[in-house]
């Protein structure tokens, strides 16, 4: 069987090393050596360039304006005032467009040129964050319920999340040599236990849930943990295996999928039973057609009763039955609410996750500025949310009004007077620096939302809450086929018009219209929003309405109720 040029780079990259030292100190281009293009991802970067301006710069014998993205490693989101500053200071220096949150709970810096990489990537791990293992064929960035209401099982969850994320990272040594001037340690190339020498077939994506809320759609993981409480404590997690949001328009070969419940573990085997997942992928996973590289194709393609059946056995012990468990939401809850010890978490709106000072409102500033003012309030914390949002979290009720009055000032009030829908909504990046983009989509996502509102409040429904999701291309990162009415970029101006999701993050939408524009999205969306108004059920949700209206076929569902469980 072939295997695919990646394969090789990885394999011959010399523990992630490649050329990239030559090539960042090329003086004669702003991009770096093809191979090393693949190999910066594991180091947290990716080469982009300018797309608005690629064909001005083609016309006058430019190269493109290259430049790279930076994406933190910082599991579940949870950062301190100090490193936020520090991180801000970063964005300010070396970045443009702010800071960026994303659907994983880092962050991204956009906008940095080749000569700024290695300072930049200094100043990140002086604020004692790195960019290790955020992007590339590895596990990436665990994502970790931000929950605020549950504080004393939020701390047991993110500190099992944080032990597996480290556990999982990459053994490689050339991190510290090309980024932070470590010595070269001469003798036996490094030994990757885990991932091998050719490390995963294609990205890994874990998450942590805990019920109620599916904030980190845990279905649309590779791996997915769901806390099960007993008595407020951890008794365990519900695994899930073979989610997955990234897909190719009119390839039935891709598709989004769901993951599988197989079974239940203490708090204890977590580990265990990842690294037994992580290595069977690594072994079974396709390395010959990288587009069915992710495990969730690997298990489609075993069957889920023989992958299960090679996890335990790698693991050493059998799975539990699963446990019953219950989700009412995958959104974020916003404004103040008070935890379990008595301290105080305010959840913060922000757009399509970018804080930037702009005609919106300065929120950048203010958020340096909030962070400035928790830095003596003892435990207090800043939580990205994988919904793009941040949690201003573990304040004392004394800095409340503080709080209030800054994010107040500087537009990050948001969660006080905007709709449901657009508090929801999710955009990526997308054009102009996402290179896989076909459409827009974080720019796109203000305009649409102004034409979607006008929307439902023509037909009575401006606070009815409705996920919409917006995604420049297939591949899926704002897990747009989770979203009730989801976008999906085809081409410039036009779009996959998918519709039918729930709101738990537990049924996937379906294709409504394929290749269609603004006026046809409105439209049809006219046309569905009409029917719901007149026809739905009390507190019935929009996908819900038009699934059991057959409006749309009610795709794969997963649910574990108490009966099923205790079958």
Same mark, same amino acid.
């Given at each position: 069987?072939?295997?695919?040029?990646?394969?090789?780079?990885?394999?011959?990259?010399?523990?992630?090393?490649?050329?990239?030292?030559?090539?960042?100190?090329?003086?004669?281009?702003?991009?770096?050596?093809?191979?090393?293009?693949?190999?910066?991802?594991?180091?947290?970067?990716?080469?982009?360039?300018?797309?608005?301006?690629? !064909?001005?710069?083609?016309?006058?014998?430019?190269?493109?304006?290259?430049?790279?993205?930076?994406?933190?490693?910082?599991?579940?989101?949870?950062?301190?005032?100090?490193?936020?500053?520090?991180?801000?200071?970063?964005?300010?220096?070396?970045?443009?467009?702010?800071?960026?949150?994303?659907?994983?709970?880092?962050?991204?810096?956009?906008?940095?040129?080749?000569?700024?990489?290695?300072?930049?990537?200094?100043?990140?791990?002086?604020?004692?964050?790195?960019?290790?293992?955020?992007?590339?064929?590895?596990?990436?960035?665990?994502?970790?319920?931000?929950?605020?209401?549950?504080?004393?099982?939020?701390?047991?969850?993110?500190?099992?999340?944080?032990?597996?994320?480290?556990?999982?990272?990459?053994?490689?040594?050339?991190?510290? !040599?090309?980024?932070?001037?470590?010595?070269?340690?001469?003798?036996?190339?490094?030994?990757?236990?885990?991932?091998?020498?050719?490390?995963?077939?294609?990205?890994?994506?874990?998450?942590?849930?805990?019920?109620?809320?599916?904030?980190?759609?845990?279905?649309?993981?590779?791996?997915?943990?769901?806390?099960?409480?007993?008595?407020?404590?951890?008794?365990?997690?519900?695994?899930?295996?073979?989610?997955?949001?990234?897909?190719?328009?009119?390839?039935? !070969?891709?598709?989004?999928?769901?993951?599988?419940?197989?079974?239940?573990?203490?708090?204890?085997?977590?580990?265990?039973?990842?690294?037994?997942?992580?290595?069977?992928?690594?072994?079974?996973?396709?390395?010959?057609?990288?587009?069915?590289?992710?495990?969730?194709?690997?298990?489609?393609?075993?069957?889920?009763?023989?992958?299960?059946?090679?996890?335990?056995?790698?693991?050493?012990?059998?799975?539990?039955?699963?446990?019953?468990?219950?989700?009412?939401?995958?959104?974020?809850?916003?404004?103040?609410?008070?935890?379990?010890?008595?301290?105080?978490?305010?959840?913060?709106?922000?757009?399509?996750?970018?804080?930037?000072?702009?005609?919106?409102?300065?929120?950048?500033?203010?958020?340096?500025?909030?962070?400035?003012?928790?830095?003596?309030?003892?435990?207090?914390?800043?939580?990205?949310?994988?919904?793009?949002?941040?949690?201003?979290?573990?304040?004392?009720?004394?800095?409340?009004?503080?709080?209030?009055?800054?994010?107040?000032?500087?537009?990050?009030?948001?969660?006080?007077?905007?709709?449901?829908?657009?508090?929801?909504?999710?955009?990526?990046?997308?054009?102009?620096?996402?290179?896989?983009?076909?459409?827009?989509?974080?720019?796109?996502?203000?305009?649409?939302?102004?034409?979607?509102?006008?929307?439902?409040?023509?037909?009575?429904?401006?606070?009815?809450?409705?996920?919409?999701?917006?995604?420049?291309?297939?591949?899926?990162?704002?897990?747009?086929?989770?979203?009730?009415?989801?976008?999906?970029?085809?081409?410039?101006?036009?779009?996959?018009?998918?519709?039918?999701?729930?709101?738990?993050?537990?049924?996937?939408?379906?294709?409504?219209?394929?290749?269609?524009?603004?006026?046809?999205?409105?439209?049809?969306?006219?046309?569905?929003?009409?029917?719901?108004?007149?026809?739905?059920?009390?507190?019935?949700?929009?996908?819900?309405?038009?699934?059991?209206?057959?409006?749309?076929?009610?795709?794969?569902?997963?649910?574990?109720?108490? !009966?099923?469980?205790?079958?």
């Amino acid at each position: 069987m072939a295997r695919h040029s990646v394969e090789d780079i990885k394999k011959n990259s010399r523990a992630l090393r490649g050329t990239l030292l030559e090539s960042l100190a090329d003086p004669l281009t702003g991009a770096l050596a093809e191979d090393d293009q693949t190999l910066i991802k594991y180091h947290g970067s990716y080469q982009q360039d300018d797309r608005d301006l690629r !064909e001005e710069r083609r016309l006058q014998k430019l190269e493109p304006a290259y430049s790279f993205m930076i994406r933190t490693r910082t599991p579940g989101g949870v950062v301190t005032p100090s490193q936020w500053l520090k991180l801000d200071a970063v964005a300010s220096t070396h970045a443009e467009r702010g800071l960026r949150i994303t659907t994983r709970q880092a962050i991204q810096f956009h906008g940095v040129v080749k000569r700024d990489l290695k300072a930049t990537m200094q100043a990140i791990n002086a604020a004692l964050v790195d960019t290790l293992a955020a992007c590339g064929d590895v596990n990436r960035n665990v994502a970790i319920a931000a929950n605020p209401l549950q504080s004393d099982a939020h701390a047991c969850v993110y500190a099992t999340a944080a032990t597996l994320s480290g556990h999982l990272l990459p053994n490689t040594r050339a991190y510290h !040599e090309i980024w932070l001037d470590g010595e070269r340690v001469a003798g036996t190339p490094e030994q990757e236990p885990i991932y091998g020498d050719t490390y995963l077939p294609r990205k890994f994506k874990i998450g942590f849930a805990i019920p109620p809320v599916n904030d980190v759609d845990v279905f649309a993981q590779d791996l997915g943990f769901i806390a099960i409480l007993e008595d407020g404590r951890v008794a365990g997690y519900n695994v899930s295996v073979g989610g997955g949001m990234g897909a190719t328009h009119g390839d039935p !070969e891709t598709y989004p999928r769901l993951g599988d419940v197989i079974g239940f573990v203490t708090p204890q085997d977590v580990i265990a039973i990842a690294v037994a997942v992580v290595t069977t992928q690594r072994d079974w996973g396709n390395r010959a057609v990288r587009k069915r590289a992710r495990l969730k194709y690997t298990i489609d393609d075993r069957g889920l009763d023989a992958f299960r059946a090679e996890v335990e056995r790698r693991a050493g012990f059998a799975l539990g039955p699963a446990r019953a468990f219950a989700f009412d939401h995958n959104g974020d809850r916003f404004g103040w609410v008070e935890g379990h010890d008595g301290r105080w978490h305010l959840t913060l709106r922000v757009p399509s996750g970018r804080l930037q000072d702009g005609a919106a409102g300065a929120m950048q500033t203010g958020m340096r500025e909030i962070a400035r003012a928790l830095i003596d309030v003892d435990g207090a914390q800043l939580r990205l949310t994988p919904n793009q949002n941040l949690v201003v979290a573990n304040v004392d009720a004394a800095s409340r009004d503080r709080i209030d009055a800054l994010a107040s000032a500087h537009g990050l009030a948001l969660h006080r007077e905007a709709s449901p829908s657009r508090l929801a909504a999710l955009a990526c990046v997308a054009l102009p620096t996402c290179g896989l983009a076909m459409a827009e989509a974080e720019r796109y996502l203000p305009a649409f939302l102004d034409i979607f509102e006008e929307l439902l409040a023509r037909h009575g429904l401006r606070d009815t809450p409705i996920h919409l999701r917006l995604s420049g291309c297939p591949n899926g990162c704002s897990r747009p086929y989770l979203g009730e009415i989801a976008l999906v970029g085809k081409a410039p101006g036009r779009y996959a018009l998918r519709v039918g999701a729930d709101h738990r993050g537990q049924r996937l939408n379906a294709l409504l219209r394929e290749n269609v524009d603004e006026a046809g999205i409105v439209e049809a969306l006219d046309r569905l929003l009409a029917r719901y108004a007149g026809e739905r059920l009390p507190a019935e949700r929009f996908g819900d309405f038009l699934v059991r209206t057959g409006i749309v076929a009610a795709p794969r569902r997963i649910d574990i109720t108490l !009966e099923e469980a205790a079958a």
